[in-house]
């Protein structure tokens, strides 16, 4: 049976469809399952409409050799490696989109390794627990971060963090 369910609530569209339409003033902005709309959002609208994610602006600054995956440069100097459009172009004005579950905090504060992990240091300025999850606020020069962490993660407001994320979790979409 095919049936259309309308609805505001991401988490219930999330668990119960098979396919999702977003729209956006009345048009279908994205079709797919609900792990396409949420992984692989094809626009700022949908990223930010599914879920809950962090996004960064910038432009683009080195083209993946081979892959998908390249440089962001942000507008506080800090640089992002992340899986571009495959139509991108060096200078392309994107925005990184980046899901608070896929943020690790940690203590380490070496300089970065030029790995496939993104390395970013902040201030946490509000701690939430909700006995599952620890959600956390980040300030990281101008914008301020969301973090995902596990219930056991216990940080104070005011502590200094890093914020790990792994390159292929974080998706440069076109302005």
């Not at 609900?34 to 599914?50: D, G, H, Q, S, T």
């Not at 683009?60 to 991108?88: F, H, I």
């Amino acid at each position: 049976i095919t049936t259309i369910y309308v609805t505001h609530d991401q988490v219930e569209a999330l668990e119960l469809s098979d396919k999702i339409a977003v729209l956006d003033h009345g048009r279908i902005v994205q079709l797919g399952t609900p792990r396409e709309l949420y992984f692989e959002p094809n626009n700022a609208f949908v990223a930010e409409f599914i879920g809950s994610t962090n996004m960064f602006r910038g432009i683009v600054a080195e083209l993946g050799r081979g892959t998908r995956e390249g440089v962001v440069r942000l507008g506080d100097d800090n640089v992002l490696k992340c899986m571009l459009p495959p139509s991108s172009v060096l200078g392309d004005s994107v925005t990184v989109s980046v899901r608070p579950e896929s943020i690790v905090l940690s203590n380490d504060e070496r300089p970065h390794d030029g790995s496939h992990v993104n390395r970013l240091q902040g201030t946490i300025v509000l701690s939430s627990f909700s006995g599952a999850s620890n959600r956390y606020s980040v300030q990281v020069g101008p914008s301020t971060v969301t973090v995902l962490a596990d219930a056991h993660t216990a940080r104070e407001v005011g502590a200094k963090a890093v914020l790990e994320f792994k390159s292929a979790n974080a998706l440069a979409i076109p302005v």
